[in-house]
């Protein structure tokens, strides 16, 4: 019997929850190091209001800080902004990023009690300085996780965009708030996201609202009535035009995070058949996937982004 | 206005304050001694004192009165300056060396008076905040009325009642030959107060069919600006727009010289229940991050301001500034510094009150309504750690009643199939006597745990093992309990019976050897042939019984 060598199988895509960025890598590095002055200093760099959220988002990958950063935070309105943030993200760990009706009794309580640390710390920052954006736009996400009523997300998103108008973090919060899973609906939400694209210039990221918006209707669904909604010509020149205004214009800018918004519209195209303009995005992002939106799907994100790429690229 | 209108000078060594003023005088006597300077064996001591040292001393001319508050006790006379001069010498003397000839009649009346007197909202609060001590103290009933004895009265009238802790406030000039003869001894500045260590923002179970909210913040003008702002947005938006709730109320109660606990609440209709922390949260939320309306804030402390101005300054401003002295802050001189406070207040004042406020928040709500999430619903004592060695004890109900007492030389464990609880003596606020043998053993923090006899096997061992434990000091020995209330074991022998006949592995083995037994005394030959197989079977029955309670996980009846 001649035995055979079966063929190397291709590495998998890994999920980098800093998506590429250097800046981000050294942040989470040094949260994970302990390193407070560290991650202050690049915190305290990154002025950008967007990359300043992004960079906060991806602190939430960090395992432990919540270990010692407490008596940190408790004299550095910088350290406590770090974890109010980090808090949001511990506290959806513990929901299990599954959908509220799967989430067990035990598993709401510790997502509420660490929703209340968050919204303690964020509160803490805005007193002293309630021009802290970022902060804002993380308080849109735990008056949501605390089910406060609308007025308080939309109070914290309007205070969020009068500081800086399209503060993109804000935006996707307070339209994750506007969704009918949580507590709008699907109107509200297609409403919300062409607004907030109208709202940003050419190459503005917030075109992307729209593909997300559309992806929600999407995972509203089930089986077919999912992929007949995806698939409808009238959304699929949407997720054009959106594109056309966001990652493909000239004028936009790649700025860290800018893989999630690339494997938005890759997800979109590929789930709307749109397979020549997805083809295009998933040559853009290369092996920079992002577990959202894929996590949107049953499966193993990675699977899911592989079997997509496969099938757009052949 | 402008000129200073607070008159002051010093009788006998006690700081006098006055206003000119016309009419009849009124004279309060202040002392910095209040229910927060009292411990839980001697909560009421003071009331106690004031009821004795007023006794008979009332008159149609010359009306007298006594008030007990968290930091201060006072006592108040109005008449003519003859009277008052007589009334305050008396009282002096008698605080200086107190009589307690009275004291029994004097506990029966308070006794009754007590028992007549439901838990306000304000003093549930007070206690979830701050215990078993301190300002918690407002939240129990006068449990001291039942230690009081006369040594222990004079003792506490000796520092409480003490020259140099004491301010009188008049409204109108000295009147002559006044003297105030009382006891040398300092000011006593109260402590500052010390709330339990708990979650924040919390909830609490309270009274049905109502809500409250309470915070204790810095006192200042915009505080009670914003405890205004609080009560009118309740009535407002329970009332006048949900329609779900009565009268909103509020309440400012000083816990230390700089900070005061404000509560404000609401009587809801039932059905509004479920959502009432929502909607109440939602209206402090609103004040948190917007503050109040503008011309709305305006409008209240205009009328704050023709209240300060129109009410006669000799009926309060010497009164305001006596309670103030006694904390160790400067006494307000003239009405226009509080009119100027007022008119500095503005939007963000309020909204910075408000946020105080929401950072020390504790609410209190209807059983059904809570478990709002934005709140930790404080729901029992926080989990003790290792259990302590010592003697244990066991259920009367045992074992049907699953549970465990252990008393050991520095603390007390009690727990049960789903609770448990620990108190070391050292951190005990007082220990409830009942003469059957009941005892409450209340923790500092207010929670506590509870040994009755009735419901331990050689209960009554145990009440001498934590007699002798704890520091007479703290025991607060109760009247007897009716029949009725002191519980009792609900589990039956039957029960016990049905619980061991429910365990064929006790009772097939006992059978097993019962049946050996007769067989080698009475059997034949034969059967006792046979007698082998009946013990295998017997032994199967039994390890099979065994494995089945094993699978269905040892349940108990």
Wanted: aromatic letters at 8%; one cysteine or more; proline letters at 7%.
């Amino acid at each position: 019997m001649r035995l055979r060598r079966r063929p190397a199988e291709q590495p998998l895509p890994e999920i980098d929850p800093c998506m590429g960025d250097p800046a981000a890598r050294l942040f989470c590095d040094a949260l994970t190091d302990r390193d407070w002055p560290t991650a202050r200093g690049i915190l305290a760099r990154t002025d950008h209001p967007d990359d300043r959220a992004f960079l906060l988002e991806t602190c939430g990958s960090v395992f432990g800080v919540q270990n010692w950063i407490g008596p940190v935070a408790a004299d550095d309105p910088l350290a406590q902004l770090v974890r109010g943030c980090h808090a949001v993200a511990w506290a959806w760990q513990a929901r299990g990023g599954l959908r509220a009706t799967y989430t067990q009794a035990d598993q709401f309580r510790v997502f509420f009690e660490r929703l209340r640390i968050a919204e303690s710390c964020l509160y803490d920052v805005i007193s002293c300085d309630p021009d802290e954006v970022a902060a804002w736009a993380f308080l849109i996400r735990t008056a949501r996780g605390l089910e406060l009523p609308l007025a308080d997300g939309e109070f914290r998103f309007r205070q969020a965009i009068e500081r800086h108008r399209t503060h993109l973090r804000a935006h996707e919060e307070w339209m994750q708030t506007l969704c009918a899973k949580w507590a709008g609906s699907e109107e509200w939400m297609h409403h919300f996201a062409r607004d907030a694209a109208a709202r940003g210039g050419d190459g503005s990221m917030l075109h992307t609202l729209v593909a997300l918006a559309h992806l929600e209707a999407m995972t509203d669904r089930s089986g077919e009535a999912a992929t007949h909604y995806i698939s409808r010509p009238d959304v699929r020149q949407d997720l054009r035009t959106a594109a056309g205004l966001s990652i493909w214009h000239p004028a936009a800018e790649r700025r860290p995070g800018w893989p999630v918004y690339f494997n938005t519209f890759a997800l979109a195209f590929s789930a709307s058949g749109d397979l020549p303009a997805a083809a295009a995005v998933f040559e853009q992002i290369g092996d920079n996937i992002t577990a959202y939106p894929w996590g949107y799907l049953p499966g193993d994100p990675v699977k899911s982004f592989t079997n997509a790429r496969a099938t757009v690229l052949g | 206005m402008g000129s200073t209108v607070l008159r002051s000078t010093e009788v006998d060594g006690v700081p006098v304050f006055w206003a000119p003023g016309d009419g009849v005088l009124r004279a309060s006597l202040w002392f910095r001694a209040g229910m927060a300077d009292e411990s839980l064996p001697t909560r009421g001591w003071l009331h106690l004192l004031e009821h004795l040292a007023l006794h008979g001393r009332d008159s149609i001319r010359a009306p007298v009165n006594g008030h007990v508050s968290l930091l201060h006790s006072s006592f108040d006379v109005e008449g003519e300056p003859d009277d008052v001069v007589a009334f305050l010498r008396d009282v002096c003397r008698w605080l200086a060396t107190p009589d307690f000839s009275d004291l029994e009649h004097e506990r029966r009346v308070l006794r009754a008076e007590s028992a007549t007197r439901g838990s306000s909202a304000t003093g549930n609060h007070l206690l979830w905040r701050y215990g078993a001590r301190g300002a918690g103290l407002a939240g129990y009933d006068e449990l001291g009325l039942y230690t009081a004895e006369a040594d222990g009265l004079r003792e506490l009238a000796g520092w409480a009642y003490a020259r140099g802790n004491a301010a009188l406030a008049l409204s109108g000039p000295p009147p002559a030959g006044l003297q105030l003869p009382l006891r040398p001894g300092p000011r006593r500045l109260p402590t500052p107060a010390r709330p339990c260590d708990q979650p924040i923002p919390a909830g609490f179970v309270g009274r049905p069919d109502a809500i409250a909210l309470s915070g204790t913040i810095g006192r200042s003008t915009a505080a009670t600006a914003m405890l205004r702002a609080l009560e009118r947005d309740l009535q407002r938006g329970l009332r006048h727009g949900a329609g779900v709730g009565y009268s909103a109320w509020s309440s400012y109660e000083l816990v230390d010289a700089d900070h005061a606990m404000l509560t404000a609440g609401m009587d809801v209709i039932s059905e509004a229940v479920p959502t009432v922390v929502a909607q109440s949260t939602a209206v402090l939320r609103r004040l948190r991050d917007s503050g109040p309306d503008p011309a709305e804030l305006r409008d209240d402390l205009n009328q704050q301001i023709r209240q300060i101005t129109s009410r006669p300054i000799d009926h309060w401003l010497p009164f305001l500034a006596a309670r103030e002295v006694l904390l160790g802050r400067p006494a307000t001189t003239s009405p226009d510094e509080l009119v100027a406070e007022t008119e500095a207040v503005t939007v963000g004042d309020v909204r910075r009150a408000a946020l105080d406020l929401w950072r020390d928040l504790l609410v209190s709500v209807d059983p059904a309504g809570a478990g709002d999430p934005q709140l930790t619903w404080l729901g029992g004592p926080p989990t003790p750690g290792s259990q302590p060695s010592g003697r244990r004890f066991r259920p009367v109900g045992s074992p049907v009643t699953k549970g465990e007492l252990t008393i050991g030389q520095s603390g007390i464990h009690w727990q049960t199939a789903d609770a448990r609880t620990s108190a070391q003596y050292d951190e005990l606020a007082g220990v409830i006597a009942y003469p059957d043998g009941g005892r409450q053993l209340i923790r500092h923090d207010g929670y506590q745990v509870t040994v009755e006899p009735t419901m331990w096997r050689q209960g009554q061992q145990a009440v001498a093992l934590v007699d002798s434990a704890v520091p007479p000091s703290l025991r607060i020995p109760l009247p007897e309990r009716t029949p009725d209330v002191i519980p009792r074991s609900s589990v039956r022998t039957i029960d016990k019976l049905r619980y061991w006949t429910n365990r064929p592995v006790v009772w097939v083995p006992f059978l097993v050897v019962c049946l050996v037994g007769v067989v080698l005394t009475v059997a034949t030959d034969e059967i006792a042939e046979q007698a082998p197989k009946f013990v295998v079977m017997s032994l199967a029955i039994g390890v099979i019984s065994y494995f089945r309670q094993r699978r269905n996980g040892g349940t108990d009846t």
